[in-house]
């Protein structure tokens, strides 16, 4: 396994601002699982922040590395992590060794998982990079990131899982990026009957993924031309 913090060439995950150190553990990964970058960080600091009822039971989606479910679990949450790829969920199993987590880990798409199940806090750092392709990628490293054309393949089936998958006092915290959307993920999580806003911003350079499609990106519409900064946001759902 390759060790990591940061990914080589991206993102450096993002800082905790109370400390100022980086807010996600140290994590191993396979080639091909996703390496915590900023977006993971983004989410690790919101979950750092929420309060959670003695005995939560947590559920992170898409896990990848299982890093945020490592940070749930540290907050003594009962976590479960799922993702649709073999080695992630490799990946994932091997750091909730290292880091002494008990995490239940299983592999599958998106909730189908966990059917009737239900959660204090959700986590999902979904793919959700606009790609040239409709589909989903079944393969790959690009099953990180692209989310067909519009970017919004895996947020718009969390949007109408989520109602499902949390308690009553349950939480959503969902971190994606400007281009995919904003707006349409609090307006399909609002028709769902969740109270939703955006808890956290970051403004960024592209990454190499990003920069390689910023002419496509302006030739959609998707951004101004010679666009070459996108804004993470973390939206944060709950039933009112
Ligand atoms: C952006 S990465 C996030 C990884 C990790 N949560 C993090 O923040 O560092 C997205 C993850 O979603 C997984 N994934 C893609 N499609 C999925 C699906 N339909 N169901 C479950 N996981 C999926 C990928 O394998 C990948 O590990």
Excluded at 71 to 99: E, K, P
Aim: proline letters at 7%; a positive charge.
């Amino acid at each position: 396994m390759k060790s990591l913090t940061t990914d080589a060439g991206e993102r450096p995950a993002a800082e905790d601002r109370s400390t100022g150190g980086p807010c996600v553990p140290r994590v191993y990964r396979l080639p091909g699982v996703y390496a915590p970058q900023t977006d993971t960080g983004l989410l690790a600091a919101t979950v750092r922040r929420e309060e959670l009822p003695p005995g939560a039971r947590s559920l992170d989606l898409c896990t990848g590395t299982g890093v945020l479910a490592v940070v749930a679990a540290r907050r003594g949450a009962r976590a479960t992590a799922v993702d649709i790829s073999r080695t992630a969920t490799a990946a994932a199993r091997f750091n909730a060794l290292v880091h002494r987590c008990r995490i239940r880990v299983l592999r599958g798409d998106l909730d189908a998982p966990v059917p009737d199940e239900r959660f204090d806090l959700v986590t999902v750092n979904p793919p959700y990079v606009p790609s040239e392709d409709e589909a989903a990628p079944v393969r790959g490293a690009r099953r990180s990131w692209d989310a067909g054309t519009d970017g919004r393949l895996l947020l718009d089936r969390v949007c109408a899982r989520a109602p499902r998958l949390l308690t009553s006092s349950g939480v959503l915290l969902l971190v994606q990026s400007s281009l995919a959307g904003v707006d349409a993920t609090l307006e399909a999580l609002g028709r769902r009957g969740l109270t939703a806003r955006v808890v956290e911003r970051r403004t960024q350079a592209f990454g190499p993924v990003m920069s390689a499609r910023a002419g496509w990106f302006a030739a959609r519409g998707l951004t101004a031309p010679g666009t070459r900064v996108e804004e993470l946001v973390v939206i944060r759902a709950f039933r009112p």
